[in-house]
């Protein structure tokens, strides 16, 4: 899921970075190619004074059973936090059957993948304490001199995501200087004939002494899953943007620009192919999908130009190209009335969505704030219809909880028909939904659907040690399967927060979210 590192950015530190050369300037860290310039400073004071609203809000006119209902959710996120604190600090999840800790492969040796990704959580629900605990860990134990392969996709999101996020909510400067380093240690994923990242994994070398980037962590190699053959997926190289906007705003280091590729290639009938060559720049095989491989990159398109104070049409109008296509050719209504969006194999329909695929509902929503009236009622009625056949894959089973994909064949209708995807790892999209739904409509309904789901958690997925996912959401009996997701403190207990607070906690007006829920800041070009 990585979109473009900036439309605007400047040309030139690309192919420094192809050639080999040394860099400009690191993100970090003095460099002799700048040293008759004044060195950058971000300027933070005059960031907050650009803000609209305060970012925990102001806490005015709330009834107590929407307090009531916010708190215990507040409770939830320090139960899953304390249990992770006690039982894997350091790693990247919790195992709350078992009480320790899981490392996996995803990030590259990086570690603490549930402390980055908790940090602004806890700091905005004010879990004060909590958040000291987590500042501290960055400080003291977030090592950066690791080895491993990762996946860009996922530290972008996660780490350099969630360090961005704290660093703006709070100003504390380790997390700046944390996510530039990092930042800079992502650049070589870069080095392709095309600049768009290969799929799936590239090996971080470090330690990279600061600000060398091309001595020692030069020595990059390539692999690649059997997924993607080689190529690049479109979620994964169309989810960077936002944060190397940041990335690049904070160090006042350009970074290259993706789509530019995008905008050349054909698109058949309109639609985004999953997979494409960082070689050639063409399309690869033509699977089409909002759900996994391509949901992110049209979420980063709208969230590209909100974030821009919708100065960036370029991406506004891919936004809006890719939603006509999508909507004329894989939006479809079942027999029973319910709304999906299919996914598409080379022109043949698979009647399948993915709850990945649910964050739609809240992107349609979100990017129909600012069409013409005829065409946002439009949007806004297929968003909350799609928001409320996802809602149906969770009433519909045993749980109150959704499977992993749920289809409109053979006689179903949004419930899982294979054994394998009847499975819901605390997965956030619905509730993102909801929350997106509810800001925009004030429909009480998404409060009370949202309510449902916590409800459910508590039943079937809290554990003593922390909450763990299930393996099939269609019997009260479920099987848990030992692993707290770091995304579930990042995003699912924070859009939950969201759901039952005013709108102007985190107000849609300052701050776009990335894909994993961290807060990134609206650039809002009139402020003084
Ligand atoms: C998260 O890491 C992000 O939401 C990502 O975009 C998709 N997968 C998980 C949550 O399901």
Redesign the pocket.
């Known amino acids: ?1 990585m979109a473009a590192p900036p439309a605007h950015t400047a040309p030139g530190s690309r192919q420094q970075v192809q050639g080999g050369e040394r860099r400009a300037q690191p993100a970090t860290g003095e460099s002799p190619a700048r040293e008759t310039r004044a060195p950058f400073r971000f300027d933070y004071e005059r960031f907050r004074r650009s803000l609209r609203h305060p970012v925990r809000g102001r806490r005015a006119g709330e009834d107590p059973e929407t307090r009531a209902r916010r708190m215990k959710i507040k409770e939830m996120m320090k139960f899953a936090w304390d249990n992770y604190r006690q039982y894997a600090l350091g790693k990247n999840e919790l195992r709350p059957l078992t009480r320790n800790g899981h490392i996996g492969n995803m990030f590259g040796g990086l570690r603490g993948a549930t402390v980055v990704d908790a940090l602004d959580t806890l700091y905005i629900m004010e879990l004060e304490e909590e958040f000291q605990e987590a500042k501290k860990w960055v400080e003291e134990s977030f090592d950066l001199n690791v080895n491993g392969e990762a996946s860009l996709f996922e530290v972008n ?1 996660r780490y350099v995501g969630g360090l961005l996020a704290a660093y703006y909510l709070t100003g504390e400067e380790v997390f700046r200087r944390k996510a530039l380093e990092l930042g800079e240690k992502l650049l070589p994923a870069f080095n392709t004939p095309t600049g768009i990242p290969r799929g799936l994994r590239f090996r971080l070398w470090f330690p990279c002494t600061e600000g060398s980037l091309f001595s020692p962590c030069s020595g990059m190699s390539w692999s690649w899953g059997w997924a993607s053959a080689g190529s690049s997926i479109l979620a994964e190289f169309g989810t960077l943007h936002l944060e190397f906007l940041h990335l690049s705003q904070l160090s006042g280091n350009p970074v290259m620009n993706i789509r530019k590729v995008l905008n050349r290639v054909e698109k058949p009938q309109g639609l985004y192919p999953n997979f494409l060559s960082p070689v050639t720049g063409n399309w690869v095989q033509h699977h089409v999908s909002i759900g996994g491989l391509g ?2 990159f049209y979420e980063y398109l709208i969230k590209s130009w909100l974030m821009s104070d919708r100065k960036d049409s370029e991406a506004k109008r891919m936004y809006d190209d890719a939603l006509e296509a999508i909507e004329k050719h894989l939006v479809k209504k079942s027999a029973g009335g319910l709304t999906y969006i299919a996914e598409w194999r080379g022109g043949i329909l698979d009647h399948k969505m993915g709850h ?1 695929a649910c964050f739609s509902g809240g992107m349609i929503a979100l990017g129909a704030e600012q069409a013409a009236e005829e065409r946002k009622q439009h949007y806004l009625s297929l968003a909350a219809e799609i928001t409320s056949t996802c809602h149906e894959s969770y009433t519909r089973s045993d749980t109150k909880l959704g499977p992993e994909a749920f289809r409109f064949d053979a006689g179903s209708e949004a419930m899982a028909t294979r054994l394998s995807e009847r499975y819901y790892i605390l ?3 619905v509730v993102e939904s909801y929350m997106y739904l509810w800001r925009l409509t004030h429909d009480p309904k998404y409060r009370q659907w949202g309510w449902e789901v916590v409800k459910a958690l508590e039943k079937h997925c809290r554990v003593e040690a922390g909450f763990s996912g299930i393996r099939d959401v269609y019997t009260t009996t479920p099987t848990h399967d030992n692993m707290q997701q770091s ?1 579930f403190l990042a ?1 699912t207990l924070k859009y939950l927060y969201l759901l039952f607070s005013e709108d102007d906690v985190l107000s849609l007006h300052d701050w776009v979210f990335n ?2 829920a961290h807060p990134l800041p609206v650039n809002h070009t009139d402020s003084k």
Do not use: K, M, N
């Open positions: 899921r999101i949901d992110s990945l997965r956030p999209e995304f995003e894909t994993e």
